[in-house]
């Protein structure tokens, strides 16, 4: 073997090596912080994000109301979510998203979306909307990308500065 295969595989080593110990930091964590998430919330959930990373989703649900929300495990718990979904029940078919807080770029959205519609399809609902606001147009291109991945139906008045969004569970 020549000294440059020699490096790679060597490489190959450390990386897998680096990537293990994420992995065991992150499950060590998770375990500790599912403890201190399932004092005060429902814990729904274990997931991975587009970057491999796992996260552990939980809500908090009132009698109309909801909030779906994500703790990535790369960090301790320390009582505060990195994402959520705020939502409401409309009427008996829907849901009505109020609101998504949180990073941005990391894929935590689509995994709570993801857990959203769940719920949606196991709590039977035909629905989900939501509003697109003045203070969301800063970023409207952005949100408008993103609910059409997740396959909502995606209106957007421009002129007004206002839009909708609606997903219907087939």
Same mark, same amino acid.
Request: aromatic share 10%; glycine share 8%; proline share 0%.
């Given at each position: 073997m020549n000294y @440059?295969?020699?490096?790679? *595989?060597?490489?190959?080593? =450390?990386?897998?090596? !680096?990537?293990l110990d994420s992995l065991e930091v992150q499950l060590f964590r $998770? !375990? =500790?912080?599912i403890k201190e998430i399932a004092k005060k919330s429902d814990v729904i959930s274990i997931d991975q994000t587009q970057d491999d990373n796992w996260v552990i989703i939980y809500a908090d649900k009132q009698s109309n109301s909801f909030q779906i929300m994500l703790h990535e495990c790369t960090k301790p718990f320390r009582g505060n979510?990195? @994402?959520?979904?705020?939502?409401?029940? /409309? =009427?008996?078919s829907t849901l009505h998203i109020s609101d998504i /807080? %949180?990073?941005?770029?990391? %894929?935590? %959205? @689509?995994?709570? $979306? +993801?857990?959203? /519609?769940?719920?949606a399809r196991d709590e039977n609902k035909q629905?989900?909307? %939501?509003?697109?606001?003045? +203070?969301?147009?800063?970023? *409207? =291109?952005r949100l408008k990308h993103f609910y059409s991945k997740h396959y909502f139906d995606v209106k957007i008045d421009y002129q007004?500065?206002?839009?909708e969004i609606l997903w219907i569970n087939n």
């Open positions: @440059s295969a020699f490096l790679t *595989v060597e490489k190959d080593k =450390n990386e897998l090596k !680096q990537e $998770m !375990q =500790n912080s979510w990195d @994402s959520a979904i705020q939502a409401e029940y /409309k =009427n008996t /807080k %949180g990073e941005q770029n990391k %894929g935590f %959205g @689509s995994v709570l $979306m +993801r857990h959203l /519609k769940e719920i629905y989900i909307t %939501g509003d697109i606001v003045q +203070r969301d147009f800063d970023h *409207v =291109n007004e500065q206002y839009g």
